[in-house]
């Protein structure tokens, strides 16, 4: 359990590096494979329920401290209304409740069904990315979701659904490394992928 | 519920709360630090990213010149390579032209920035660009093409920074108007689907008169941006109860920025 919960760290701090190098598509009304979160959500299935809580903690963190932009040191005279942001911290939350969502249905994966788990990744990628925009809309004042906001989450959900399963082919892969079982019929899942 | 599932929580929901009360300055601390541990991978990356380029660049030219020499119009082809290159030449050398008359008609001193990386985050209108502290640019430091002003930095590193651009309700300047008295306050509007990003100019007189077609100026008010950079030009006015509000079409376009000019604090 220790093996694989310290290589799943490295593989966090891994994808995070990677994110880095991962761009919007403009085409696709600025979609982007968003990758922690896809990558966050698989092992969220995988993990104990305190272990996810962990990793939610880390990977809002460094979400966050990728993403926040500045709203101090700013000109008075000019910022006559104060600009409200995500505040730092809140993507912590929201991968919280992502990933307990995705553990929710650990029973489900550890069946050996992984792909029931994929299609959730996709979903709570949807509902994270809603959740995100609709936080920062509201406290912007205006609260409006037009199509292309709808097309831009849509779309990454679905790049999330699309990486998912190559995820959980990792996580079966350094599961078996690690000796540590992450379903019940293990061997079988494996060698689906294999 | 299980204690340990309990504590865990707690755990988690201490640690949010941690993260939720730090202040903007310890947050600019931890980016600042993050971006400097990371700052090696970025930079390893970044170079293989250039090797892959380049090898998929020279595989491609080498797969064009075993064509040539199979089939009978390889010359044909190889002309058409060419053209394609040369129209690349001519585009980029009109676009360093202008910008070159750009940096000779302006008073300031600009430095050129290559845009390497577009919206890097999920919702913020936001830029990256290839200049850092080491170019002697900061925090707020306006950014701008040919075409006018594009935004301004908001978090800057080593050897690059993010700007912010004009689009993102977030990035607000200080405005005036061709032909007329009145100051507003320009920011960004969510862009609508299938439309051009647009600006809002708010904070206008109730009984203003401003007429489509009219220039939005900056104004130099906060000394953050310098006067008479151009910001767009007024789309329609509509009249609150309070003020009035314009909606502007930005200058520049901001799907197709590739070089801009970062106006450095001294200025």
Same mark, same amino acid.
């Given at each position: 359990?220790?093996?694989?919960?310290?290589?799943?760290?490295?593989?966090?701090?891994l $994808?995070?590096?990677?994110?880095?190098?991962?761009?919007a598509?403009?085409?696709?009304?600025?979609?982007?494979?968003f990758?922690?979160?896809?990558?966050?959500?698989c092992?969220?299935? $995988?993990?104990?329920?305190?272990?996810?809580?962990?990793?939610?903690?880390?990977?809002?963190?460094?979400?966050? $401290?990728?993403?926040?932009?500045?709203t101090?040191?700013?000109?008075?005279?000019?910022?006559v209304?104060?600009?409200?942001n995500?505040?730092f911290?809140?993507?912590?939350?929201l991968?919280?409740?992502?990933?307990?969502?995705?553990?929710?249905f650990?029973?489900?994966?550890?069946?050996?069904k992984?792909?029931?788990?994929?299609?959730l $990744?996709?979903?709570?990628t949807?509902?994270?990315?809603?959740?995100?925009?609709?936080?920062?809309d509201?406290l912007?004042?205006?609260?409006?979701i037009?199509?292309?906001?709808?097309?831009?989450?849509?779309?990454?959900?679905?790049?999330?659904?699309?990486?998912?399963?190559?995820?959980f082919?990792?996580?079966?892969f350094?599961?078996?490394?690690?000796h540590y079982?992450?379903?019940?019929?293990?061997?079988?899942?494996?060698?689906?992928f294999? | 519920m299980?204690?340990?599932?309990?504590?865990a929580?707690?755990?988690?929901l201490?640690?949010a709360t941690?993260?939720l009360t730090r202040?903007?300055?310890?947050?600019?601390?931890?980016?600042?630090?993050y971006?400097?541990?990371?700052?090696?991978?970025l930079?390893?990356?970044?170079?293989?990213?250039?090797?892959?380029?380049?090898?998929?660049?020279?595989?491609?030219?080498?797969?064009?010149?075993?064509?040539a020499?199979?089939v009978?119009?390889?010359?044909?082809?190889?002309l058409?390579?060419?053209?394609?290159?040369?129209?690349?030449?001519?585009?980029e050398?009109?676009?360093l032209?202008?910008?070159l008359?750009?940096?000779?008609?302006?008073?300031?001193?600009?430095?050129?920035a290559?845009i390497?990386?577009r919206?890097t985050?999920?919702?913020?209108?936001?830029?990256?660009?290839?200049?850092g502290?080491?170019?002697?640019?900061?925090?707020q430091?306006?950014?701008?093409?040919?075409e006018?002003?594009v935004?301004?930095?908001?978090?800057i590193?080593q050897?690059?920074?993010?700007v912010?651009?004009l689009?993102?309700?977030?990035?607000?300047?200080?405005?005036?108007?061709?032909?007329s008295?009145?100051?507003?306050i320009?920011s960004?509007?969510?862009?609508?689907?299938?439309?051009?990003?647009?600006?809002?100019?708010?904070?206008?007189p109730?009984?203003?008169?401003?007429?489509?077609?009219?220039?939005?100026?900056?104004?130099?008010?906060?000394?953050i941006?310098?006067?008479?950079?151009?910001?767009?030009t007024?789309e329609?006015?509509?009249?609150?109860?309070?003020?009035?509000e314009?909606?502007?079409?930005?200058?520049?376009?901001?799907?197709?920025?590739?070089?801009?000019?970062?106006?450095?604090?001294?200025?």
């Open positions: 359990m220790l093996r694989y919960s310290i290589t799943l760290f490295c593989l966090i701090l $994808t995070v590096i990677l994110q880095q190098f991962v761009p598509f403009i085409a696709l009304y600025n979609a982007r494979v990758l922690l979160l896809a990558v966050f959500l092992i969220a299935v $995988t993990v104990p329920l305190p272990v996810m809580f962990l990793y939610a903690l880390i990977c809002g963190f460094l979400w966050d $401290t990728q993403c926040a932009i500045s101090s040191n700013l000109d008075a005279s000019v910022y209304d104060s600009i409200q995500i505040r911290g809140s993507s912590i939350l991968f919280g409740l992502a990933g307990a969502l995705m553990n929710g650990q029973p489900i994966f550890r069946q050996g992984w792909y029931l788990s994929a299609l $990744t996709g979903i709570s949807f509902l994270y990315c809603l959740a995100e925009y609709s936080l920062l509201f912007r004042g205006s609260f409006t037009n199509r292309g906001v709808m097309l831009q989450i849509s779309y990454t959900s679905l790049f999330s659904l699309l990486v998912a399963p190559l995820v082919a990792l996580l079966f350094i599961a078996r490394i690690s079982q992450i379903v019940v019929t293990q061997k079988r899942s494996f060698r689906r294999t | 299980k204690p340990l599932n309990l504590i929580l707690l755990c988690f201490g640690g941690w993260a202040s903007d300055r310890s947050v600019r601390s931890i980016q600042n630090a971006y400097s541990a990371i700052s090696p991978f930079k390893s990356g970044s170079a293989i990213e250039e090797k892959a380029r380049n090898f998929s660049n020279e595989v491609t030219h080498s797969r064009s010149l075993e064509a020499l199979e009978t119009k390889a010359e044909l082809d190889k058409k390579l060419i053209e394609q290159r040369f129209d690349t030449l001519e585009a050398n009109a676009r032209r202008s910008a008359k750009f940096t000779e008609n302006t008073k300031f001193t600009l430095i050129a290559n390497t990386r919206q985050t999920n919702w913020y209108k936001t830029v990256e660009i290839n200049r502290e080491e170019s002697f640019i900061g925090i430091n306006p950014v701008v093409t040919a006018g002003l935004g301004k930095i908001d978090l590193a050897d690059f920074a993010t912010i651009l689009t993102d309700k977030s990035c607000q300047v200080s405005a005036k108007v061709e032909g008295a009145d100051l507003g320009i960004g509007r969510p862009a609508e689907y299938g439309k051009d990003p647009m600006l809002i100019l708010s904070y206008l109730k009984n203003t008169n401003l007429k489509k077609g009219q220039r939005v100026f900056s104004d130099g008010r906060g000394g941006t310098p006067a008479n950079i151009l910001i767009g007024i329609s006015v509509e009249s609150g109860a309070m003020y009035s314009a909606l502007v079409h930005p200058a520049v376009n901001f799907n197709d920025l590739a070089t801009v000019f970062v106006i450095p604090r001294e200025n």
